[in-house]
């Protein structure tokens, strides 16, 4: 019964542990070796600067949030759509799978200042810019994944004469959802990478802003305060598409597998 709990709370346990330890060993060292605060903090002082910023960090942490999420989910929305037409009509995959693979190739940073120009020093090419970058991997993941779908179900589809959307709805959608939710978890990390990314540019809020004035001020504690509010967003938005899977793979009543239900 431990050996079966401890297999159970392993995967919580063990990185817990490896955190502690990594932020010990930083902790001592930049004492030990005398690092110039302006270089390397420890951890202690993030955390100080972090308990005394809370409220400001708090609330320049909204907007953060917020584009985030909205820019995931018309994203999440657009590429599963996108992933969906480029498996059931030939011809839109012919026209459009080429250029999705040359957008997925092209470096996402390089463009940013394009979206500054097209649509303003505003929040909405802050939010473009998630689109944009969270798009593409989960159009490549939903199309990848709705071709996984077996040649065999799909063969019997057809001799029971199954319409296409029906197909779609029973064979391929549940193929896929591993592969989308692969995808989904990659692209909610690179909306927040976006939107920070818009932010140091173009923005006077948001957590990318404060990075940028914290170190144009020199105050490296309040840098690394942000970055771990911003691990901590990045955690609970990535939790959040964990949970989602978790709660579709129960409706679907069967544990799923890349090759499908097990």
């Given at each position: 019964m431990a050996a079966i709990r401890w297999r159970a709370w392993r995967p919580i346990v063990l990185p817990l542990l490896f955190a502690g330890a990594l932020l010990l060993a930083w902790q001592e060292l930049t004492g030990?070796?005398?690092?110039?605060p302006m270089l390397l903090v420890p951890p202690s002082a993030i955390w100080s600067v972090l308990v005394q910023a809370w409220p400001v960090l708090l609330a320049q942490s909204w907007p953060t949030l917020v584009n985030s999420v909205v820019g995931?989910?018309?994203?999440?929305?657009?590429?599963?759509?996108?992933?969906?037409a480029l498996?059931?009509?030939?011809?839109?995959?012919?026209?459009f799978w080429p250029?999705?693979?040359?957008?997925?190739?092209?470096?996402?940073?390089?463009?940013?200042?394009?979206?500054?120009?097209?649509?303003?020093?505003?929040?909405?090419?802050?939010?473009?810019?998630?689109?944009?970058?969270?798009?593409?991997?989960?159009?490549?993941?939903?199309?990848?994944?709705?071709?996984?779908?077996?040649?065999t179900a799909l063969r019997l589809c057809r001799s029971l004469t199954a319409t296409t959307w029906q197909t779609f709805l029973r064979v391929r959608v549940p193929y896929a959802i591993p592969h989308i939710f692969a995808g989904l978890k990659v692209g909610v990390t690179v909306a927040i990478?976006?939107?920070?990314?818009?932010?140091?540019?173009?923005a006077q809020e948001g957590l990318g802003y404060i990075i940028m004035f914290a170190s144009s001020a020199a105050q490296t504690a309040l840098v690394f305060a942000t970055i771990a509010l911003l691990c901590g967003i990045g955690l609970l938005l990535y939790g959040a598409v964990a949970l989602g899977e978790w709660f579709v793979r129960r409706w679907y009543g069967a544990p799923i597998s890349a090759g499908g239900f097990e």
């Amino acid at each position: 019964m431990a050996a079966i709990r401890w297999r159970a709370w392993r995967p919580i346990v063990l990185p817990l542990l490896f955190a502690g330890a990594l932020l010990l060993a930083w902790q001592e060292l930049t004492g030990w070796l005398a690092v110039s605060p302006m270089l390397l903090v420890p951890p202690s002082a993030i955390w100080s600067v972090l308990v005394q910023a809370w409220p400001v960090l708090l609330a320049q942490s909204w907007p953060t949030l917020v584009n985030s999420v909205v820019g995931f989910l018309l994203a999440s929305g657009l590429g599963i759509a996108l992933g969906g037409a480029l498996v059931v009509s030939r011809r839109v995959e012919q026209a459009f799978w080429p250029h999705v693979l040359i957008f997925q190739l092209i470096p996402k940073v390089a463009v940013a200042p394009l979206f500054i120009i097209w649509l303003g020093m505003g929040p909405t090419s802050r939010l473009a810019f998630a689109v944009f970058l969270s798009f593409f991997p989960i159009a490549v993941s939903a199309a990848t994944g709705f071709r996984a779908a077996d040649p065999t179900a799909l063969r019997l589809c057809r001799s029971l004469t199954a319409t296409t959307w029906q197909t779609f709805l029973r064979v391929r959608v549940p193929y896929a959802i591993p592969h989308i939710f692969a995808g989904l978890k990659v692209g909610v990390t690179v909306a927040i990478i976006g939107v920070v990314i818009g932010e140091f540019v173009t923005a006077q809020e948001g957590l990318g802003y404060i990075i940028m004035f914290a170190s144009s001020a020199a105050q490296t504690a309040l840098v690394f305060a942000t970055i771990a509010l911003l691990c901590g967003i990045g955690l609970l938005l990535y939790g959040a598409v964990a949970l989602g899977e978790w709660f579709v793979r129960r409706w679907y009543g069967a544990p799923i597998s890349a090759g499908g239900f097990e």
